[in-house]
């Protein structure tokens, strides 16, 4: 695996304590670690006095007490919500209770494509298919607080519905899981889709922003810089997905077997989607051919 991406997985933030990261931007980390998650799920809060949450986190008795912990004698006006993965979203309906905000994302959760005869959503136990947004964000809506303002920027690709939200006082953009400083995100069919995937970042590596607050770990600094790693680290595993196909493998299990090496046994299944999602890119291109859809037990080869 060509791990050219200059992750940086320094990360000192104890779960429950809330942390101003940068001047107007508070974050508070849920206690969920897992492979997929790191130290677990931000939660930011963005102005003073009249606030904004991003990404109340996890359904989480500890967390959704330390975010409102965190924002006594305030008023929350919004709540942002960067996808529905269920460490992100579940979380919002309590939050919204408690203080009266206005819920912003997407959508609702859906698959990127209409999913195969048969097929089940495979990473469904992730998905907050619950969710609902009091009002549909568009590509660049601006929303506005006093002292902060945030625009939507669609980046679909980890999720249909995945949105990063930069905010112009401070030059930054909440990231999600789109963009992280200590690791790629998965992107598993049908929730996810590497085509969209890689335009997303292509749209990121237009912007200006030195700096994203992703949903797990800490801050990507020289954030235009890493995107590019990111889009090279993308085209160099398609690469040797190419290379292995024509070397003759032919399924998912030997390609992530010889691509990702000393893989954490955990991650393996999670491996052979995002496999997946280069196939079905791949195929959509015509790069490579399968009997009838993609799927994660298909047979490739090069046409
Ligand atoms: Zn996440």
């Known amino acids: 695996m060509s791990d050219d991406i200059p992750f940086d997985k320094s990360f000192d933030l104890a ?14 980390l849920a206690d969920n670690p897992s492979p997929f998650t790191f130290k677990g799920t931000l939660s930011y809060i963005v102005g003073r006095g009249r606030v904004a949450i991003v990404d109340p986190g996890p359904l989480d008795e500890a967390h959704i007490a330390a975010l409102l912990d965190a924002v006594r004698g305030e008023t929350v006006t919004h709540i942002f919500v960067t996808h529905t993965h269920r460490d992100h979203s579940p979380a919002v309906p309590r939050i919204k209770a408690a203080t009266g905000a206005v819920v912003l994302a997407e959508g609702p959760h859906r698959p990127a494509r209409p999913l195969h005869v048969g097929e089940a959503p495979r990473l469904d136990a992730s ?19 006093p002292g902060w303002t945030i625009e939507a920027v669609a980046t679909p690709g980890h999720t249909a519905n995945h949105m990063a939200f ?34 997303s970042l292509q749209k990121l590596a237009r912007r200006s922003e030195p700096v994203y607050l992703p ?41 992530v077997r010889a691509i ?27 790069l490579v051919v399968t009997e009838g859809e993609p799927s994660i037990a298909g047979r490739y080869r090069l046409p």
Do not use: C
Not at 129 to 140: I, K, N, Q, S, W
Not at 219 to 241: G, L, M, T
């Open 15 to 28: 779960p429950e304590t809330v942390e101003e990261v940068v001047p107007g931007v508070r974050r508070v």
């Open 127 to 145: 998905n907050d298919t619950d969710f609902r947004p009091d009002h549909a964000l568009h590509d660049g809506e601006v929303i506005a607080g």
């Open 166 to 199: 930069a905010l112009k006082e401070a030059d930054l953009l909440f990231s999600g899981d789109h963009v992280m400083a200590w690791s790629t995100p998965v992107v598993a069919p049908p929730d996810g889709a590497m085509s969209d995937y890689m335009a």
């Open 215 to 255: 949903g797990h770990g800490g801050a990507v600094r020289d954030a235009p810089r890493f995107v590019a790693h990111y889009i090279r680290h993308r085209q160099a595993r398609e690469a040797s997905i190419l290379h292995r196909l024509a070397k003759g493998e032919t399924d998912i299990p030997t390609l």
């Open 260 to 286: 990702y090496i000393g893989l954490d046994p955990r991650l393996v299944k999670a491996a052979g989607l995002s496999v997946l999602a280069h196939l079905e890119d791949l195929v959509t291109r015509g």
